[in-house]
T-cell receptor
Framework: GIQVEQSPPDLILQEGANSTLRCNFS?????LQWFHQNPWGQLINLFY???GTKQNGRLSATTVATERYSLLYISSSQTTDSGVYFC??????FGTGTQLKVEL | DSGVTQTPKHLITATGQRVTLRCSPR?????VYWYQQSLDQGLQFLIH???????AKGNILERFSAQQFPDLHSELNLSSLELGDSALYFC????????????FGPGTRLTVT
């Protein structure tokens, strides 16, 4: 089956910093979503982005399907951004996530 | 709030028992998906139903079964429970059969003692 790799596995930021999370996948995709799992376990939809670029406030995402990767940008990070960020493809196959901690 | 509801939120039971988890999809969504999140296996796809019919199976054990009812709610039945079945079980829904955004419920946290 398709493999999904995310990097970095862990990230610690100071509040206000910017970051880029990467998702690589091993085969073509027809679905790609980014999720944030908050410390209470809730999975929150960030983007549905099988291709192209989208922005939502301080977050944006880009998927280059032909090169089999997607990027999630977080700007001006806040402590509430802490949690695990997952990329998931197709039906869905999840990556192992990026654990983000934003400190004051 | 995603619009997907799951009950119960928490469930504690003993090994060998059987439990049923319930999911109601968002209004208008025909697809329901079940996922298991455990510490050692991460988030794994279990099974997908579309409009009452099974569409795909993932890493679902034979001790587990699911169904989607005419009103589109779904139930995941877990039997002969083992300690390793302790996990967070998520339900998700989407409008279409294959290529649509999935919305996740809050999950059911199952603890097997």
């Amino acid at each position: 089956g398709i493999q999904v790799e995310q990097s970095p596995p862990d990230l610690i930021l100071q509040e206000g910093a910017n970051s880029t999370l990467r998702c690589n996948f091993s085969d073509s995709v027809n679905n790609l979503q980014w999720f944030h799992q908050n410390p209470w376990g809730q999975l929150i939809n960030l983007f549905y982005i099988p291709s192209g670029t989208k922005q939502n406030g301080r977050l944006s995402a880009t998927t280059v399907a032909t090169e089999r990767y997607s990027l999630l940008y977080i700007s001006s990070s806040q402590t509430t951004d802490s949690g695990v960020y997952f990329c998931a493809v197709n039906k869905l196959t999840f990556g192992t996530g990026t654990q983000l901690k934003v400190e004051l | 709030d995603s619009g997907v509801t799951q009950t119960p939120k928490h469930l504690i039971t003993a090994t060998g028992q059987r439990v049923t988890l319930r999911c109601s999809p968002r209004s208008g969504d025909l697809s329901v998906y079940w996922y298991q999140q455990s510490l050692d296996q991460g988030l794994q796809f279990l099974i997908h139903y579309y409009n009452g019919e099974e569409r795909a199976k993932g890493n679902i054990l034979e001790r587990f079964s699911a169904q989607q009812f005419p009103d589109l709610h779904s139930e995941l039945n877990l039997s002969s429970l083992e300690l390793g079945d302790s996990a967070l079980y998520f339900c998700a829904s989407s409008v279409g059969r294959e290529r649509y955004e999935q919305y996740f419920g809050p999950g059911t946290r199952l603890t097997v003692t």
